[in-house]
Protein backbone atom coordinates (compact mmCIF):
# COMPACT_ATOMS: atom_id res chain seq x y z
CA UNK A 1 0.00 0.00 0.00
CA UNK A 2 1.27 3.52 -0.93
CA UNK A 3 1.48 5.87 1.54
CA UNK A 4 2.94 9.53 2.02
CA UNK A 5 4.28 11.26 5.61
CA UNK A 6 4.79 15.40 5.39
CA UNK A 7 7.14 16.53 8.23
CA UNK A 8 5.61 19.53 9.48
CA UNK A 9 2.23 20.63 9.31
CA UNK A 10 2.75 24.40 9.56
CA UNK A 11 6.05 26.08 8.04
CA UNK A 12 7.03 29.35 8.36
CA UNK A 13 9.68 31.32 6.67
CA UNK A 14 10.48 35.46 6.10
CA UNK A 15 10.11 36.86 2.48
CA UNK A 16 13.21 35.84 0.43
CA UNK A 17 14.23 32.70 2.80
CA UNK A 18 14.87 29.05 1.74
CA UNK A 19 11.52 27.28 1.55
CA UNK A 20 11.82 23.79 2.30
CA UNK A 21 8.62 21.41 2.59
CA UNK A 22 9.44 17.68 3.24
CA UNK A 23 7.46 14.77 1.80
CA UNK A 24 8.75 10.77 2.19
CA UNK A 25 6.54 8.12 0.15
CA UNK A 26 6.34 4.57 0.67
CA UNK A 27 5.48 2.43 -2.34
CA UNK A 28 6.07 -1.12 -3.66
CA UNK A 29 6.38 -0.10 -7.35
CA UNK A 30 8.20 3.00 -9.09
CA UNK A 31 5.91 5.61 -7.71
CA UNK A 32 4.48 8.83 -9.57
CA UNK A 33 5.09 11.07 -7.65
CA UNK A 34 2.93 15.28 -7.19
CA UNK A 35 2.97 18.41 -5.45
CA UNK A 36 -0.09 20.07 -5.28
CA UNK A 37 -0.99 23.95 -3.72
CA UNK A 38 -4.11 25.00 -2.60
CA UNK A 39 -5.20 28.46 -1.74
CA UNK A 40 -7.15 29.57 0.60
CA UNK A 41 -11.12 28.47 -0.42
CA UNK A 42 -10.21 27.04 -3.77
CA UNK A 43 -9.47 23.17 -5.31
CA UNK A 44 -6.00 21.56 -5.87
CA UNK A 45 -3.18 23.22 -8.55
CA UNK A 46 -0.70 21.14 -9.54
CA UNK A 47 2.74 22.69 -9.07
CA UNK A 48 4.79 19.30 -10.55
CA UNK A 49 5.25 15.78 -11.28
CA UNK A 50 7.90 13.37 -11.28
CA UNK A 51 7.20 10.22 -13.61
CA UNK A 52 10.42 8.23 -13.67
CA UNK A 53 12.01 10.92 -15.92
CA UNK A 54 14.55 13.86 -14.59
CA UNK A 55 14.86 13.23 -11.08
CA UNK A 56 15.12 16.99 -10.36
CA UNK A 57 11.92 18.08 -11.47
CA UNK A 58 11.19 22.01 -11.86
CA UNK A 59 7.93 23.42 -11.58
CA UNK A 60 5.55 26.34 -11.62
CA UNK A 61 6.19 29.62 -9.60
CA UNK A 62 10.19 28.93 -8.89
CA UNK A 63 9.29 24.96 -6.84
CA UNK A 64 11.41 22.28 -7.42
CA UNK A 65 11.96 18.81 -6.25
CA UNK A 66 14.26 15.97 -6.53
CA UNK A 67 13.02 12.62 -6.71
CA UNK A 68 15.65 10.78 -4.17
CA UNK A 69 14.79 6.90 -4.35
CA UNK A 70 17.68 5.79 -1.64
CA UNK A 71 15.66 8.31 0.74
CA UNK A 72 12.30 7.71 -0.28
CA UNK A 73 11.71 11.47 -0.45
CA UNK A 74 10.08 13.96 -2.88
CA UNK A 75 10.83 17.42 -1.51
CA UNK A 76 9.76 20.56 -2.75
CA UNK A 77 12.36 23.57 -2.71
CA UNK A 78 11.48 27.42 -3.53
CA UNK A 79 15.28 29.47 -3.18
CA UNK A 80 13.40 32.54 -2.18
CA UNK A 81 9.55 32.92 -0.82
CA UNK A 82 7.22 35.47 -1.97
CA UNK A 83 4.46 36.62 -0.02
CA UNK A 84 2.30 35.12 -2.72
CA UNK A 85 3.51 31.57 -1.88
CA UNK A 86 1.26 31.06 1.47
CA UNK A 87 -1.30 28.32 1.17
CA UNK A 88 -1.27 24.65 1.59
CA UNK A 89 1.19 22.09 -0.01
CA UNK A 90 0.15 18.35 -0.42
CA UNK A 91 2.80 15.67 -1.56
CA UNK A 92 0.86 12.62 -3.10
CA UNK A 93 1.77 9.53 -4.65
CA UNK A 94 0.21 7.01 -7.45
CA UNK A 95 1.57 3.55 -8.30
CA UNK A 96 1.75 3.51 -12.03
CA UNK A 97 -1.67 2.16 -13.79
CA UNK A 98 -4.83 3.18 -12.88
CA UNK A 99 -4.86 4.37 -9.61
CA UNK A 100 -6.08 7.15 -7.95
CA UNK A 101 -3.71 9.51 -5.33
CA UNK A 102 -2.96 8.95 -2.21
CA UNK A 103 -2.08 12.20 0.04
CA UNK A 104 0.18 13.56 2.61
CA UNK A 105 -1.54 15.74 5.48
CA UNK A 106 -0.65 19.04 3.87
CA UNK A 107 1.80 21.79 5.16
CA UNK A 108 0.57 25.21 5.66
CA UNK A 109 3.65 27.67 4.50
CA UNK A 110 3.35 31.28 6.07
CA UNK A 111 5.75 34.09 4.73
CA UNK A 112 6.51 36.70 7.05
CA UNK A 113 7.38 39.93 5.78
CA UNK B 1 -10.38 26.02 -22.18
CA UNK B 2 -12.36 25.47 -19.14
CA UNK B 3 -11.76 23.55 -16.20
CA UNK B 4 -13.46 20.66 -13.99
CA UNK B 5 -16.91 22.58 -12.70
CA UNK B 6 -18.29 21.75 -9.78
CA UNK B 7 -21.92 22.27 -8.18
CA UNK B 8 -22.82 23.83 -5.67
CA UNK B 9 -20.28 25.52 -3.94
CA UNK B 10 -21.88 25.52 -1.02
CA UNK B 11 -24.37 23.52 0.48
CA UNK B 12 -26.05 22.94 3.77
CA UNK B 13 -28.50 20.26 4.71
CA UNK B 14 -29.95 19.00 7.83
CA UNK B 15 -28.92 15.38 8.78
CA UNK B 16 -31.00 12.74 7.50
CA UNK B 17 -32.01 14.55 3.90
CA UNK B 18 -30.42 12.85 0.85
CA UNK B 19 -27.77 15.16 -1.14
CA UNK B 20 -26.36 15.25 -4.57
CA UNK B 21 -23.33 16.61 -5.93
CA UNK B 22 -22.26 17.80 -9.28
CA UNK B 23 -19.30 17.64 -11.50
CA UNK B 24 -18.16 18.32 -14.84
CA UNK B 25 -14.98 17.36 -15.90
CA UNK B 26 -12.89 18.72 -18.50
CA UNK B 27 -13.78 17.58 -21.73
CA UNK B 28 -12.07 14.29 -23.49
CA UNK B 29 -10.90 13.39 -20.27
CA UNK B 30 -11.58 9.59 -19.60
CA UNK B 31 -10.58 9.68 -15.89
CA UNK B 32 -12.85 11.06 -13.03
CA UNK B 33 -12.24 11.03 -9.57
CA UNK B 34 -13.78 12.09 -6.10
CA UNK B 35 -12.04 13.08 -2.87
CA UNK B 36 -13.08 14.19 0.18
CA UNK B 37 -11.24 16.70 2.39
CA UNK B 38 -12.09 17.09 5.84
CA UNK B 39 -10.14 18.75 8.81
CA UNK B 40 -9.88 15.50 10.98
CA UNK B 41 -8.48 12.97 7.78
CA UNK B 42 -6.99 15.15 5.19
CA UNK B 43 -7.60 14.60 1.76
CA UNK B 44 -9.40 10.88 0.83
CA UNK B 45 -9.90 9.18 -2.04
CA UNK B 46 -13.82 8.02 -2.77
CA UNK B 47 -13.89 6.58 -6.38
CA UNK B 48 -12.98 6.27 -9.33
CA UNK B 49 -14.01 6.22 -13.19
CA UNK B 50 -12.11 5.36 -15.83
CA UNK B 51 -13.85 4.70 -19.11
CA UNK B 52 -16.40 2.33 -19.70
CA UNK B 53 -14.46 0.39 -16.86
CA UNK B 54 -16.34 -0.68 -13.53
CA UNK B 55 -15.77 2.41 -10.94
CA UNK B 56 -13.56 1.88 -8.36
CA UNK B 57 -15.81 2.29 -5.07
CA UNK B 58 -13.09 1.20 -2.75
CA UNK B 59 -12.84 4.67 -1.27
CA UNK B 60 -16.16 4.99 -0.50
CA UNK B 61 -16.75 4.79 3.40
CA UNK B 62 -20.45 3.73 3.69
CA UNK B 63 -23.53 2.33 1.53
CA UNK B 64 -24.80 5.81 2.24
CA UNK B 65 -22.32 7.20 -0.84
CA UNK B 66 -22.46 6.24 -4.00
CA UNK B 67 -21.78 7.86 -7.28
CA UNK B 68 -22.38 7.62 -11.56
CA UNK B 69 -21.39 9.39 -14.47
CA UNK B 70 -23.50 9.55 -17.66
CA UNK B 71 -22.08 9.01 -20.95
CA UNK B 72 -18.41 9.02 -19.98
CA UNK B 73 -18.88 12.88 -19.22
CA UNK B 74 -20.95 14.23 -15.89
CA UNK B 75 -21.30 12.59 -12.70
CA UNK B 76 -22.71 12.84 -9.57
CA UNK B 77 -21.83 11.18 -6.18
CA UNK B 78 -25.13 11.26 -3.73
CA UNK B 79 -25.06 11.06 0.24
CA UNK B 80 -28.39 9.48 1.09
CA UNK B 81 -29.35 10.20 4.96
CA UNK B 82 -26.57 12.61 5.56
CA UNK B 83 -24.83 12.43 8.92
CA UNK B 84 -22.98 15.27 10.33
CA UNK B 85 -19.76 13.22 10.21
CA UNK B 86 -19.94 14.02 6.44
CA UNK B 87 -19.70 17.48 6.29
CA UNK B 88 -16.43 18.23 4.47
CA UNK B 89 -15.60 19.88 0.84
CA UNK B 90 -16.12 16.96 -1.79
CA UNK B 91 -13.39 17.55 -4.46
CA UNK B 92 -14.02 16.36 -8.21
CA UNK B 93 -10.65 15.34 -10.65
CA UNK B 94 -10.54 14.89 -14.41
CA UNK B 95 -7.21 13.22 -15.77
CA UNK B 96 -6.77 12.65 -19.67
CA UNK B 97 -6.51 9.37 -18.95
CA UNK B 98 -5.88 7.00 -15.53
CA UNK B 99 -2.45 6.60 -13.97
CA UNK B 100 0.18 8.80 -13.84
CA UNK B 101 -1.64 11.54 -15.57
CA UNK B 102 -1.57 15.06 -14.09
CA UNK B 103 -5.61 15.16 -12.35
CA UNK B 104 -7.18 18.46 -12.69
CA UNK B 105 -9.46 19.43 -9.57
CA UNK B 106 -12.19 21.72 -9.29
CA UNK B 107 -12.87 24.24 -6.49
CA UNK B 108 -15.09 21.81 -4.62
CA UNK B 109 -18.21 21.79 -3.02
CA UNK B 110 -18.50 22.16 0.81
CA UNK B 111 -21.02 20.64 2.52
CA UNK B 112 -22.23 21.18 6.30
CA UNK B 113 -24.63 19.12 8.01
CA UNK B 114 -26.47 20.40 10.94
Known amino acids: AQSVTQLGSHVSVSEGALVLLRCNYS??????LFWYVQYPNQGLQLLLK??????LVKGINGFEAEFKKSETSFHLTKPSAHMSDAAEYFC???????????FGKGTRLSVIA | GAGVSQSPSNKVTEKGKDVELRCDPI?????LYWYRQSLGQGLEFLIY????????KSGLPSDRFSAERTGGSVSTLTIQRTQQEDSAVYLC????????????FGPGTRLTVL
Open chain 2, 93 to 104: ASSLDGGGDTQY
Open chain 1, 50 to 55: YTSAAT
Open chain 1, 27 to 32: SSVPPY
Open chain 2, 27 to 31: SGHTA
Open chain 1, 92 to 102: AVSEAGNTPLV
Open chain 2, 49 to 56: FQGNSAPD
